[in-house]
């Protein structure tokens, strides 16, 4: 039987504020536990809380950058549930009026194709501190630093029909945050999180299958590989006449196994209120206005700009400008590079290969991106050639307070072009090696191509590798046909 | 509205408190009134009405995003059951 895969996603962005949703505490990543966990943060009897404007403005940016209605009024809940990372017995939320309505992401999928995906809406909300489940005397260690870090939480409509849709967006929605300047987009530090609403259904049916849903995905590769096992377990257990049951799964990547998160006597029941400890928060016309002139340009405008005044192909362009990191250091590279195309190159090559096998971003890339330039600049104008550029690129890896000229002067990689040193040089070579050229001449055309190369390895040893091999391969041709 | 005793097990045990048999029955006719009460209430017309957010006829004012407050974990771990490493700790969560 042939099943249709129905993805929806809720997904938890951490705002880059300096402080807290209703505190005046730090925000900071590893302080050290609880010292940015205040009294309002603690829920220490008798304090308030008091909203950030801060983050309004961040949802209201967020929701502008997908086209949805921001909504002026907003109103806050308590979410009830009990958890000792939870010091209020309530997590202060947004639920019949969130700030960012319904709105709008458009996606790639395939070949070239788009596929818009509806946001529900998203809310302003805040985190919860951490649990620290290792073994404290047989008791959990809380740190309640995070708690009260201000989230919006994003809501899709069902609308993603397979994992790799399902990574698509999120994808795009990390690019998103991240040139909005409204979330770090760290995913180790846990600054974007996943749920994933997933259920199957027979192909082309109306009806759509029982939903479940696995919490708290930290990756793309996490999010991906959950979707697809779930995708199995479900058609698994409908394949065998069994019903899916309706609940909240816990995945665990480093398995790939999942488990039911919530036992039935616990179903979920939050008993929502509006807080009475928060009046309801009205932005008018010139909060929006204002915040609509702060917009920064956005992958998908990027990707226009960077085609039109860079001359990139789409795939060059959509992979550097989908993030505000790697396009900056992109336009970094370029200002002291000059080709585009190669600095292209040189990024989404071997500049990310590297990144990837060590496991970093390219925010925290060793090279800064002026002297990947300045190295390109010098494969431009022929005085590096490609093998001597990698040479250089290892140094700056290593250590790139060097210029690029230091490097290629100590490395001794400065290449000969001058035609009449190297004519000199081919004749020297050639003057050993009678019978190569006899074979050569007597060889079909066809084939000389290939036995040129004969020539090129002795030429490159005789130049001690710095031969501009151009610059040879053409003298070598010329002094080969001509006689 | 009656409520059921299987009702008030179930919002106690949401509220984490312990009710012994001879409290839920006293809860079960206490909150079975005050319910009738809301009942009450339920049957006033509010189609006109917006629904109340808060009791007070005002918008919340909007704090600046800068750091006001200063670490002050000692004075709040002194006040804890049980601390460790600068954690709270707290009876084994298992989930």
């Not at chain 1, 809720?10 to 302080?31: C, M, R």
């Not at chain 1, 004749?427 to 001449?441: F, G, K, N, T």
């Not at chain 2, 009656?2 to 949401?14: G, H, Q, T």
């Amino acid at each position: 039987m042939q099943w249709d895969v129905v993805i929806g996603l809720e997904i938890h962005v951490q705002l880059a504020t300096q402080t807290k949703l209703f505190s005046g505490t730090s925000t900071a990543y590893g302080a050290e536990p609880n010292t940015q966990a205040s009294a309002v943060d603690l829920a220490m009897p008798g304090t308030l809380p008091v909203p950030n404007r801060e983050a309004f403005r961040y949802a209201t940016l967020f929701g502008l950058a997908v086209n949805a209605e921001i909504n002026q009024r907003s109103v806050f809940e308590r979410k009830n549930y009990f958890y000792p990372d939870l010091p209020k017995g309530y997590q202060t939320t947004q639920l019949a009026e969130p700030i960012v309505g319904p709105g709008r992401v458009d996606i790639a999928v395939g070949d070239g194709e788009e596929k818009m995906v509806r946001i529900h809406h998203a809310h302003l909300e805040e985190d919860a501190g951490k649990s620290l489940h290792e073994d404290f005397h047989g008791m959990t260690g809380i740190d309640l630093n995070r708690a009260g870090t201000p989230l919006i939480e994003i809501v899709t409509e069902p609308d993603l029909n397979s994992a790799e849709e399902a990574v698509a967006f999120a994808r795009k929605l990390h690019g998103l945050v991240t040139s909005l300047g409204i979330c770090d987009g760290d995913l180790s530090q846990g600054s974007m999180r996943f749920d994933v609403n997933v259920s199957v259904k027979p192909h082309g049916s109306d009806t759509l299958g029982t939903r479940t849903e696995t919490k708290n995905l930290n990756s793309f590769r996490f999010m991906e590989q959950a979707i697809h096992h779930e995708v199995e377990r479900q058609i698994d257990i409908l394949e065998d006449g069994g019903e899916i049951v309706q609940e909240t799964r816990l995945y665990n990547g480093d398995r790939d196994e999942s488990r039911s998160m919530r036992t039935k006597e616990e179903a979920n029941d939050y008993r929502y209120f509006p807080c009475p400890d928060l009046l309801p928060v009205e932005i008018d016309e010139a909060f929006i206005e204002e915040t609509r002139r702060m917009m920064p340009e956005l992958p998908d405008e990027r990707r226009a700009r960077f085609q039109k005044t860079y001359g990139l192909s789409d795939y060059d362009a959509d992979l550097l400008s989908a993030s505000a990191d790697t396009a900056g250091y992109f336009e970094k590279a370029h200002s002291t590079g000059g080709d585009a195309k190669l600095v292209a190159n040189w990024i989404l090559g071997e500049l990310s290969g590297r990144l990837n096998s060590e496991d970093r971003t390219i925010g925290d890339c060793p090279v800064a991106p002026e002297k990947l330039g300045d190295m390109v600049a010098r494969l431009t104008d022929d005085t590096l050639s490609s093998k001597g550029a990698k040479t250089v690129f290892d140094r700056l890896w290593d250590d790139d307070s060097q210029s690029v000229d230091a490097i290629i002067d100590a490395e001794g990689l400065r290449q000969v072009s001058d035609t009449g040193e190297l004519e000199a040089l081919v004749d020297s070579v050639l003057a050993d090696m009678p019978e190569q050229i006899e074979q050569y001449r007597e060889a079909d055309p066809k084939k000389r191509k290939k036995l040129m190369g004969g020539f090129m390895g002795p030429l490159m040893k005789a130049s001690k590798g710095q031969g501009n091999p151009k610059v040879l391969n053409e003298i070598l041709k010329k002094k080969l046909d001509e006689s | 509205m009656a409520i059921s005793r299987d009702e008030i097990e179930k919002v106690a045990l949401l509220a984490r408190i312990k009710t012994s048999d001879e409290e839920a029955r006293s809860l079960e006719s206490n909150v079975s009134n005050i319910l009738d009460l809301v009942d009450q209430l339920q049957s006033a017309d509010t189609d006109q009405v917006e629904p109340l957010a808060h009791p007070l006829d005002a918008v919340g004012q909007l704090r600046d995003d800068t750091v006001t407050e200063t670490n002050q974990r000692a004075a709040f771990q002194r006040i804890a059951p049980a601390t460790e490493d600068g954690l709270y700790l707290v009876p084994q969560v298992i989930e």
